[in-house]
């Protein structure tokens, strides 16, 4: 009885603690085909856009690897090379909320 009453305390603790931070951020969400496929217009833009920049190879590389990434089902490590390649070109990411919406 002891130990039940214990671990209902400690799964108590556990919902309370983690719960607050899971919903803290829409940034932290999880990555998806979605975000790939968003994030990828972004760094073609931006390579089409940053012909001249010394990162240009670099960032063309990391958007070869988070393109197989991402057509492997590892969104997570894709978005991450596709953020990597946006931030080699100095350019900030827009995530679909600050896109700006068609009135």
């Known amino acids: 009885m002891k130990f039940a009453k214990m671990a209902a305390v400690a799964a108590a603790l556990c919902v309370t603690l983690v719960a607050p931070a899971s919903y803290a951020s829409d940034a932290m969400a999880p990555a998806s085909v979605g975000s790939c496929v968003d994030l990828a217009r972004q760094v073609k833009e931006a390579i089409n856009s940053s012909q001249t920049s010394p990162n240009l190879h670099e960032a063309q590389s990391l958007s070869t690897a988070a393109r197989e990434f991402c057509s492997n089902r590892r969104y997570a490590e894709g978005v991450s090379r596709y953020s990597k390649a946006l931030e080699?070109?100095?350019?900030?990411?827009?995530?679909?909320k600050d896109a700006p919406r068609a009135q």
């Open 88 to 96: 080699l070109l100095n350019v900030s990411m827009v995530t679909q």
